[in-house]
């Protein structure tokens, strides 16, 4: 089989491995949407086509980025009998479980609206990350850009001199994609460092004079070098010199907060992302990601759930979404919850594998239902429930809030179109 | 006889013993010198499963080698590690040439676990070194000194090429004793494979030249002196020259300085850190494993293979097979980077090493490739049998009452992390495997995949199949992956080679390459695997090759554009100085080339805690207690430097990136400037942002480079004249000289109120600076 199938070309073996699958095995290989794309056509959609409401509702994006593949089952899909993890399940106010590894989380269980019934096909980490940060899957000729700079591509900058985009515990990971360098998010590698150096001690005006030096320097090496890189570096020499004189540093500071809000955010470096990322939405900035490390629970999700990421989370996401209730903020920002993949339904005792089938994200706040679970997944946690909601369509979902038009694509650099959720539906159950 | 399995080496000593010859002059007896040894293995002998070794000799009667003694060996439980290894150990013994492969192979393999049991780390690896130059100045009576490089050997004479071309021959017997030996060295060490590293690299340009040629596109143009030495020493060294090994370079008149220097480098301090520092993307080298296990005995391993220049095959080999615990047994922290994850560890390792696109097929077969993830599982078992421990449930138990949480995690941690082999295949189909060709729970056998397409190669098979041996699945599936008859293993890692030096793969994604049609140069590809092949995957050796081609010496491109076509080369792609050679060459600002010299020493307080016992008794633990105890003064085990101490800016510690924190912490300078956070693999980036522009222009780096008490700046203080001043500048950062127009624009700079550390903080905000032409 396998030579027969290296004589076809790529789409003729795609289809024949598909229809094999399906009428031997009786699984599906590729998501509904995958196969049809390939041929041009319109793609399926999970989702009726009349518009949803809640466009253009969240002015803010916080992306809350759990890296490694959060255990659905022992989060926000909590199940009983013989997927049951190390702790057993919450009854919420708003009417569905959450796992007791969330006390905290399940205490605003009424502002959110879980999506249980996530489906996506790769269960290793850097691919299913670059899915999930981008919508597309990773190819080996083009960078795909994130939504901060979706956003910006349609929606101009958000702030005149600090970025529209953030990512608070990680680099940028070309999150610009094939957009313009400027559009890269702005790294904070450490929350309560904030922004460092942001000030030089001789004053901005030395700073600028020595910069003609530089450029003098220069002169040659670019001439010589039109180079794509070079020039981004260009750029982002201009954007630092504008951060440097902007007023509005001082929100890449926490010193300024309250002890008391400090402390509800947690001592974490994700709990100090969260505050970090409410403060820059609160200055202007539109999109923010806010990572955390350590989900990958193999073998230690008992510990890793109770005093790791897991608790970390719990008393990070429950402060955020509070206090951006109490300040008003809720109704214009978009909460996301997203991580690569979920985990398997089977327990080993100490962890649980990679499991891309079925898994479960949150949204929470400007246009979106509250208290809702979307869909969901069977009694064992092993296959979705309902139409299933892709990567694609989620991405859609949070572009269609953030106002972006689906329908438009933007042309690349290599002359190929693009779109927010590579032409998904967005799911409009899940606005209110 | 075809050659499956060819393993070569040389041996060092036992000159002038008497060997019994075969072939033509069979029976005869030759006094000579051992060149090497090699086992060939039978592709269909009668008996199924037989090795031939031979040797070759050199005989300087007769300037001939000479193939003696053949021997049939059968391959069994006693030669299970037949390959690198066991010559390894027959090297170990000092040139007992009996042939008694057999009884030596096993005699030293048990040697060698006592010895581990011992917690020694077991030595077993083959230096194979060219000499530091095949260019050299040649004094013979019969010809006058000639700088020239060694082209043949043969016959009692060697060949010798200079720079322009002109070969002469020149007896054996008239060079000077140091002459001739190297000679025979340089002959002995690649025996009749030996090509001059100028022809080598002359073949490699041919077929750079054929593909451009179809491609309608030249060469660039080469680079001038200076451009050339900036490249190499951040390319081989890692870092950029100094002022004063520039002006070394550029005063030297010698017509073949840059093969020499090329070698020079490819000899210091700073290539086995360079090295070090790739290999720590790819192969995510991290300090803490967890759970108080640290890498340490690891990283210090990576470093002493890297000295002592073991071949990839073996170093990888020895990654994969390695037994012990982490804190003796430094290659075992290759399998519990991904302990608890053996199929990751699987996946990783067949991406990394031969650019399997298998990931996929962890879940499912590949939709588009040729990999089943039937193939995954069957691979995976050769596995089956091999524990990655890190939980240690006993030893916890016992030292209750002992140690308190704290205690238990220092002592306990590094005795808790180790690779063991278990009784029986554990390897099983997963839960969920939804193919018609296993079930779900059902023993996966091991089973290589076998390539297609004109990959035809099914790689070497074990006479009667796979022995689904505990003892030996891995090892097996170690010898079929780093076999040279392995047609990916070459290709990937001769692949990754050429990326790191031209900046791009002459095959993308060097993760994949399944399709060997996908390379933008697929003659080219074959060519520099056979080459790997060729240097018995001596990475040194081929890098030397590459570096002195023409295409790597010319004048480098802006980044291409993909989409529009496959870059044919003309020459190296213009990159950013990856973050260790951004930190490194700042550094080489700030203290010179002192820094070369400060070396991390870290492994011995993880060995410190090693205890032998399984599980640890009462008494061991309190005795490693009490050692701490006492210890407990001296300073963090962490921070210790052989080589003086590195001095400090602040929080920062100016030592290369190799001998600091793996990976540095979030916030440091390496990080921002793209070093990988070592959780994926090739995950170093290159991309600008803002908050790397914050960092050159304010942060501490502006501080140790414009400060009084820099080399950069005490070299220019040393000049009154401030034309020299601006010189030193020019040449330290950017490795040129400036030009007159240059020389009076930075003078007008001075008059006005700019100072000369004003002017190095402009030249360290240049993209000409950042960026390696």
Redesign the interface.
Known sequence: M??F??RLD?LE??AF?ERC?RL????T??PAFGAAKEQGAEPQTSAPQVKPSGFGSAKHIIFLQL?GGMSHIDTFDPKEGKSKGPKGALSTKAGFQISAFLPNTAKVAQEICVIRSMTA???????ASYLMRTGYDPR???KHPMLGAWAQHYLGTSHASI?SSVCI??????GNGFFP?TY?P?????PS?G???????EGIGR?ES??D??R???RA??EK??????G???A??D??VR??KSSDLKAFDLSSEPQAVKASYGESDFGKGCLLARRLLQAGVRFIEVKS?GW?M???LEEGMEEGPGAEFDKAYAALILDLKSKGLLESTLVVVATEFGR?P?FSG??R??Y??VFSTVLAGAGIRRGYVHEGSDALG?EPVGQGVTVGNFHATIGWAAGLPLDQPAVA???RPFSVGNRAQPVAAVFA | MEANRAARTALPKAKGKHYTTCGNACGKKVEGEFLRLDLLRLPNSPSGAQLLSQAGVWNPRTHTVQMVTRKTLKIGDKLRRVRLPLLAAILSLGGALAFGVEATSLASKRAAKAKAAQHETPRVTLKKSLPATPWRTWTSHEISQKEAELVAYAAGAIEIREQNGRTTTVRLESLTPEDREFAQKANRLLPGAFVPPSEAAAQIDALVKAGLDKAGLKLNSPTAEEQFVRRIYLDVAGRIPTATEMQVYLRDESPSKRARLIDDLLHSAGYNSQMFNWLGDMLRLKDDFGKGVLSFVYQEWIKERLEENTHWDTFVYELLTAEGRISSTGPVGYLLRDRGMPLDNLSNTLTTFLGANVACAQCHDHPMAEWTQRNFYEMAAFFGATAQINDNKAAIKISRGILDKKMARVILGPNMAKVDTLPENRMTFPADYAYKDAAPGETAHPHWISWTKDQTSSGPDFPGGIAEDPEKMRDQFAVWLTNPENPRFARAIANRIWKKLFGLGVQEPISDLDDPNQASNPALLKHLADEMKRVHFDLREFQRIVLNTAAYQAQASVTPDLEAGPYMFPGPVLRRMSAEQAWDSILTLAIGTDLDSYKLSRADGVRKMDIPEDPPSPAAMRAKAEMLEKEKTRRSERDIYTGGTPPRSGRLTLARASEIQQPARDAHFLRNFGQSDRMIADSNSVEGGVTQALLMMNGDVQNIVMGNKSALMQGAMAYSDPRKQIGHLYLSFLGRNPSEAELSFMQQQLAKDFSIGDLAWAFLNTREFIFVQ
């Not at chain 1, 031997?24 to 699984?27: C, S």
């Not at chain 1, 070098?225 to 070079?230: A, H, T």
């Open positions: 396998k030579e199938t290296s790529c073996r795609r491995m699958a031997a095995l009786g699984v290989v590729l890296r096909k790769v269960g290793v980490h850097e691919a080996g000729t083009i970025p515990n990680g680099n940028a990971d070309s360098a890269t702005l790294a904070i590698l450490d460092e922004l460092q150096h942001a000030q030089n001690r700073v020595r910069l030096i530089s003098e320097v220069d090496f670019l070098y039109p180079d794509s890189n070079v981004a570096y260009n982002f020499y954007a630092t951060l440097m490390g990958d193999h073998n230690n398997k089977e100490s962890g594998g990679h891309p089938k092993a650099p290599n002359g």
